[in-house]
C-alpha cells in the first residue's frame, strides 16, 4: 500500500521544488495551506479557495471533536465532504489547542484531561483518540498527537515535553490505519535547543513517518530564532519527505524558512488579518482603515489574479472596513490567501529556474519599500 507520497522535483541552495501526491489531490510544494480550522476557512466559499491556487486545506481536531463532532462528521464522509472541499486536507492533532485554548488542562502518560473553551466540559485526548478522531474526519494527512512546547521554558521543561511528544508519536503510528494515498506526519520538537531538535529528528526517523513537520515554532521566539532553529534542524530531516512548519507564518517568516528547506506552511494570519482590515501585497502590507485609503481608485495589487485584488477599488475597500461591512472583510480574507498563493507559486518558479537567491533579496526590498510607504 502506497502512502502520500513526496516528490523532489528541484533544488536551489536548500530551498526545494517538489509535489506532495495523496489520495484527494497533488499539492506543489512549496505550499501555503489555509486554515478551515472549524471545516471553513473563515470568510470564505470553497471555491474561491480553490480559485486562489490553493490545493490543500487544513482543519482541526480539537475544535471539530468539540464542536459539531467527529462522529457526527463521519456520517457525512468526512470534513472534505461535509464542507465542499474537494482537495487534500490535512488535519491538525488538537496538542497545540489543548496547550493554547483548553481549560485546566492536566497531562499524565496517557493523554491530557482538559476542559473545553466553549463550554467547560470536560474531555481526554490521549494520542489514539486524535488519531481516531483524524481517521473519522476522513484526514488526509494525519498528524501525530504531540505536547507543543511553550516558550519561554527551561531546557529541562523541553527535554521532558520533547521525550513525551516521541512516546506519543510512536502510539500515533501504531494507531493510524494505513490508506492508499493517505499519511501520518511526525512532528519533530525540541524548543530553540539544536541538539533537542536532533535527537527528536532521529527518533521520528526511527519510527517511520510518511512527512516530518517542525513545531513549538512560532510561539512567541520571534522570527531571529525560528531561522536559527530551521538552521540547526531541517539538515537532519530526510531529503525525501515533505516538510512541513507548523503555524508559520507572515509573507516574510515564509520566504525565509523556504531558504531554509521547508516545503508546507499553514497559518491564520491571512485571513484573521483580513478581518482586521489589513492586506498583504507585492509590495508590503497596507491597513485599509488608514484614511489615505479614502480616494485611491487603484485596487489591491495587479500582480495578484483574484477578483478581490484587482476589480474593487482601494476607496471602496476602505469604506467597507470604516463602515464595518462584512463584505471588507470578505474581500480582505479571499485577496490575502490569493496574496499566499501567488506568493508560493512565485517561489516554486524561483526554485526550478535557480534564481531563489535573487528572488528573496527582491522580496524583502519590495516589502520593505511597500511599508515605509504605508507608513507614511
Request: one cysteine or more; aromatic letters at 8%.
Amino acid at each position: 500500500m502506497t502512502a502520500a507520497r513526496f516528490e523532489l522535483m528541484a533544488t536551489d541552495g536548500a530551498a526545494r521544488r517538489g509535489r506532495l501526491h495523496t489520495a484527494h489531490g497533488v499539492m506543489d510544494t512549496p505550499a501555503f495551506m489555509p486554515v478551515g480550522t472549524a471545516a471553513t476557512v473563515k470568510a470564505m466559499f470553497t471555491d474561491h479557495v480553490a480559485a486562489t491556487g490553493a490545493q490543500m486545506i487544513l482543519a482541526n481536531t480539537y475544535h471539530l471533536m468539540l464542536r459539531p463532532g467527529a462522529e457526527r462528521i463521519a456520517k457525512f464522509g468526512g470534513v472534505r465532504k461535509f464542507m465542499g472541499w474537494n482537495g487534500p486536507v490535512l488535519t491538525d492533532s488538537g496538542g497545540y489547542q489543548v496547550m493554547s485554548l483548553a481549560q485546566l488542562r492536566k497531562i499524565d502518560g496517557g493523554g491530557v484531561t482538559f476542559q473545553s473553551h466553549i463550554d467547560g466540559s470536560k474531555h481526554y485526548l490521549s494520542p489514539e483518540r486524535s488519531i481516531e478522531i483524524q481517521n473519522l474526519l476522513d484526514a488526509t494527512i494525519t498528524m501525530c498527537f504531540d505536547e507543543c512546547t511553550p516558550y519561554p521554558a527551561t531546557k529541562e521543561q523541553v527535554n521532558e515535553s520533547m521525550q513525551l511528544s516521541m512516546r506519543w508519536a510512536e502510539r500515533s503510528k501504531a494507531a493510524f490505519k494505513a490508506r492508499e494515498g493517505y499519511g501520518l506526519f511526525g512532528i519533530v520538537q525540541g524548543g530553540v535547543h539544536a541538539d533537542l531538535r536532533a535527537e527528536s529528528a532521529a527518533k521520528l526517523q526511527a519510527i517511520g513517518f510518511d512527512g516530518y513537520a517542525i513545531g513549538g515554532l512560532a510561539v512567541g521566539e520571534g522570527q531571529e530564532l525560528m531561522f536559527s532553529t530551521l538552521d540547526v534542524t531541517t539538515p537532519h530531516l530526510p531529503t525525501t519527505h515533505a516538510r512541513y512548519l507548523m503555524g508559520v507564518g507572515k509573507p516574510g517568516d515564509l520566504v525565509g524558512a523556504v531558504a531554509r528547506g521547508v516545503d508546507m506552511f499553514d497559518c491564520v494570519l491571512p485571513t484573521r488579518s483580513g478581518r482586521t482590515a489589513q492586506a498583504f501585497t507585492t509590495r508590503g502590507p497596507l491597513n485599509m482603515r488608514n484614511a489615505k485609503h479614502a480616494d485611491d481608485p487603484r485596487p489591491l495589487d495587479e500582480a495578484v489574479n483574484c477578483p478581490a485584488s484587482r476589480n474593487y477599488s482601494r476607496a471602496y475597500i476602505h469604506h467597507l472596513t470604516r463602515s464595518d461591512e462584512i463584505l471588507g472583510l470578505m474581500l480582505l480574507s479571499w485577496h490575502n490567501i490569493a496574496y499566499y498563493q501567488h506568493l508560493m507559486a512565485q517561489m516554486r518558479e524561483a526554485i526550478a529556474a535557480g534564481t531563489f537567491a535573487k528572488f528573496a533579496q527582491d522580496f524583502a526590498v519590495s516589502q520593505a519599500d511597500g511599508e515605509e510607504a504605508d507608513a507614511g
